[in-house]
């Protein structure tokens, strides 16, 4: 299961830089690229599979596999792909490794699973800390709809379609038939829906900006 995401994942980024080609613009191509991979796998998808079956899931299974590769492949392409980057040489290579190495959702994935490994468990947070993580997706949805500029999005009406297209259609098209054949049922699927399906991230808007793209 985690093998499976981790390469559709790897092909879902290999398509969006073939499509990113096609735009006259190259400029936006780092953009276009992270939203159209990139999804909401644990704001959006853990609230799914919880409203779904009363509990995570194979989701943080689905997040091993998915988001440190989403993560690292944003830094690589944003880095990459950077407006007015001419070439990519020395100083380039030396700023993603460091991206990399400092992205906080890395750091963040790799503490947590030593954590597991350790076995050591968190004090129960009562009903005040289970109803505060309850606020962390509507919170966030809100943040990215009052940035959005309606102007910005419809300047670039090719790329925004085709993008968002990808992001919640055709990569689901394209690979669920693989996963139901493959035999992956219930919350296995639907963790593998919320991968391929769910709306891009917002921490997409947060990187971007970061690093000097739109």
Sequence with gaps: FVIFCFIVTLI??????GISCLWKD?????EFIQASYRSSAALLGIAFIQNIYGN????????????????IMAVVVLSFFKPGQSKIDKEVLKKTLKGIITNPIIIGIVVGLLWSACVFHFPDPGEDGDKYWKYATPMGLMAMGGALHFGKAFSRLKATIACTFLKLIGFVAVFLPVAIRLGFTHDKLVSILIMLGSATTVSCYIMAKNMGHE
């Design 12 to 17: 879902c980024i290999i398509i969006s830089a």
């Design 26 to 30: 190259k400029s936006i191509r780092g």
């Design 56 to 71: 995570a899931g194979m989701a943080p299974v689905m997040i091993i596999g998915s988001v440190p590769l989403y993560n």
